[in-house]
């Protein structure tokens, strides 16, 4: 079973900086893609970016130039660097991975979400 924990949201003002943090647990074989995926209220949950095993990445457009993904594959972290933060980007921040369990199934999980609030 795999947990995934989510640090680092909170508010901040237009224009500042913020950086989650999600860390991944439990017994597994490995983690494969990971990712954060963003909620609004009255909207869909949507792709912010995705970071490959390999580092290769993808950002939603409205977060590119703005917005950096990285992970750590030796504590199975991933992090996400905003910047230039705007009021849109206001949302509950949710941490995602695939991960191939230890009976080799591959799994999607989640955390529990983190609140981002973008406001003067």
């Known amino acids: 079973q795999v947990q995934l924990v989510e640090s680092g949201g909170g508010l901040v003002q237009p224009g500042g900086s913020l950086r989650l943090s999600c860390a991944a647990s439990?017994?597994?074989?490995?983690?494969?893609?990971m990712g954060w995926y963003r909620q609004a209220p009255g909207k869909e949950r949507e792709l912010v970016a995705r970071?490959?095993?390999?580092?290769?990445?993808d950002y939603a457009d409205s977060v590119k130039g703005r917005f950096t993904i990285s992970r750590d594959n030796a504590k199975n972290t991933v992090s996400l660097q905003m910047n230039s933060l705007k009021p849109e980007d206001t949302a509950v921040y949710y941490c995602?991975?695939?991960?191939?369990?230890?009976?080799?199934?591959?799994?999607?999980?989640w955390g529990q979400g983190t609140q981002v609030t973008v406001s003067s």
């Open positions: 970071i490959t095993s390999g580092s290769s990445t």
């Open positions: 995602n991975a695939d991960v191939t369990t230890t009976r080799l199934f591959v799994v999607t999980s």
């Open positions: 439990g017994s597994f074989f490995k983690v494969n893609d």
